[in-house]
């Protein structure tokens, strides 16, 4: 294609048409917060530093975060949670284009359906688990997508929800497979190995097949999406 890729700054220059988001580990590139529950209080984890050493601390959640967070369902239960507190306004600027425009945000993340009571946060460094206090600013710290929040998330807002599929269904179902059939055809034996290899890391469920989620709210009259 020879269209040029434009860079906006702000949603609202966005055209008034139709609009589809993609986002691809987007959702677990912004930072959480912890909470837990203890003698029917609610606790947010808290960073201190002491002597150049960062400890962990717990302190009574603000009554904002609590109000919030209490409208949730899948949370109710838990007494260990997180919660992606900065996510959620970001994905307010996409949600108020959609219904204004109508459309869709495609993601596709790590995550699980269903919050338990452990920390997902991690940190990875040179490819390797990293441990989350060491190499500050020269690691890639993430955590895990709770994808049963952004689903109660999004139907709160009025909009529309499919079922969260794995990526190796959602890749087999727009035809991954065929696709690759397709192209190795006209491959050596090395490039068809190399491919294969591309397939086997996308779809294998002990790689990413399973751990990566595929996740769909939309704003349209139309109910029907290819991959789900």
């Not at 109000?67 to 899948?74: G, S």
């Not at 709160?156 to 890749?171: A, C, D």
Request: net charge positive.
């Amino acid at each position: 294609s020879n269209r040029k890729i434009k860079w906006i700054k702000n949603f609202s220059k966005i055209s008034d048409q139709p609009t589809l988001f993609i986002g691809n580990e987007y959702f677990d590139a912004i930072p959480i917060k912890q909470f837990k529950r203890h003698n029917g209080q609610m606790y947010e984890k808290k960073l201190q530093l002491k002597n150049d050493q960062i400890f962990e601390t717990f302190q009574k959640a603000s009554n904002k975060d609590k109000k919030l967070i209490n409208k949730f369902k899948c949370l109710k239960n838990n007494y260990f949670f997180e919660f992606p507190k900065l996510g959620l306004s970001e994905i307010d600027k996409i949600i108020k284009r959609l219904k204004q425009n109508s459309g869709a945000i495609l993601l596709i993340d790590y995550g699980y359906l269903k919050q338990t009571n452990l920390s997902s946060l991690q940190s990875i460094r040179l490819h390797k688990f990293n441990k989350i206090y060491e190499n500050i600013g020269k690691s890639d710290v993430t955590s895990h997508v709770n994808f049963g929040l952004l689903k109660e998330y999004f139907l709160g807002k009025g909009l529309k929800v499919k079922n969260t599929i794995s990526q190796s269904m959602f890749l087999k179902k727009i035809g991954i497979l065929e696709r690759a059939s397709q192209l190795s055809l006209k491959m050596n034996f090395k490039k068809k190995t190399d491919l294969y290899f591309r397939l086997q890391r996308l779809l294998d469920p002990k790689i990413m097949g399973h751990l990566f989620k595929v996740f769909l709210s939309y704003n349209s009259e139309n109910n029907k999406y290819l991959g789900f």
